[in-house]
């Protein structure tokens, strides 16, 4: 379990919630600062974004008007920040391991702030301890399916194609891809668990019921920010015409919360300084609307 000192005040938290023991033990949500971009590949600063996202949040109004309800109040605790390693990505992803299971949760939501999206790795393998029945739920641009990357298995281009070891992955939103990417997906026969975005967002409803169809119960959704249109969400390292709107996203982990139990998540890839203040602003909201759904003990939202 976490350890609490009498300095303990000393971190910023999402909402300015208080981030003290007994908020902790009475929280359903607990995020988790990970300001790492050791994998970066075109534009760097990604380490800058749950700073960005946390100071964000405290503009946040408590109360949703979809939900009716004050989301705050499900209880959300904010961790320390897991401190970034300069060693070899693998020994980042172990940091990330260790330090969520020190944290001896239960049937908490974890929820990580991003860094890049290497940092889903640690958080899912963790996460699947506590939640054996795990699949996951993929919001990117891009495939994230390369073997290796940079030099590298463990960087932000392999996510994907790591996680697909550990359990069921199914992506939605991608709209770039290499030849590597594509032969991967035939040899392994994964065709029916990649929504290219151009055919998906022509008849959403029936495509993300498809989607849907292949999760488990149990359900980890890994936000990629740049899954977002560049128009609503510039400030990121990869940026990709053609992507979700606001509604659209929202839309998506609605229905996943409708038919599925959200146990963890993540919203990656934030890099603040490459836009507007107002993209900040949209991430902090779209963690706190995916907590309020993931949270929402009546399934008619």
Request: charged fraction near 25%; charge should be neutral.
């Amino acid at each position: 379990m976490m350890k609490f000192h009498k300095n303990h005040y000393k971190w910023n938290t999402f909402l300015d919630l208080r981030n003290d023991e007994k908020n902790f033990l009475n929280s359903s949500v607990i995020l988790i600062p990970i300001p790492y971009d050791g994998t970066a590949s075109y534009k760097s600063g990604a380490r800058h974004g749950p700073s960005a996202i946390i100071n964000a949040s405290s503009e946040l109004e408590y109360y949703d008007i979809e939900t009716k309800k004050d989301i705050s109040e499900a209880g959300i605790f904010t961790t320390p920040e897991i401190s970034p390693l300069a060693s070899d990505p693998k020994e980042m992803q172990l940091k990330i391991i260790n330090t969520i299971d020190n944290l001896k949760l239960k049937n908490q939501i974890t929820g990580i702030l991003g860094g890049d999206h290497s940092v889903t790795i640690g958080s899912v393998k963790s996460t699947i301890k506590r939640f054996p029945n795990l699949s996951i739920l993929y919001l990117d641009a891009h495939a994230d399916l390369r073997d290796t990357y940079m030099g590298t298995k463990w960087g932000h281009a392999s996510v994907a194609r790591r996680l697909k070891s550990v359990c069921k992955v199914v992506q939605l939103g991608v709209r770039s891809i290499s030849y590597e990417e594509i032969n991967f997906i035939s040899k392994s026969k994964s065709e029916n668990e990649i929504f290219f975005w151009e055919h998906t967002k022509n008849n959403l409803q029936k495509n993300i019921d498809l989607a849907l169809k292949q999760l488990s119960d149990q359900v980890y959704i890994s936000i990629d920010l740049d899954v977002l249109d560049p128009s609503i969400m510039s400030a990121v390292g990869n940026p990709q015409p053609g992507g979700m709107n606001w509604e659209e996203i929202n839309f998506i982990i609605k229905q996943t919360a409708k038919k599925h139990t959200i146990v963890g998540f993540d919203v990656t890839e934030l890099n603040p300084k490459e836009g507007p203040e107002s993209c900040s602003f949209t991430a902090a909201k779209l963690i706190y609307k995916l907590i309020g759904f993931a949270t929402e003990k009546n399934k008619n939202l």
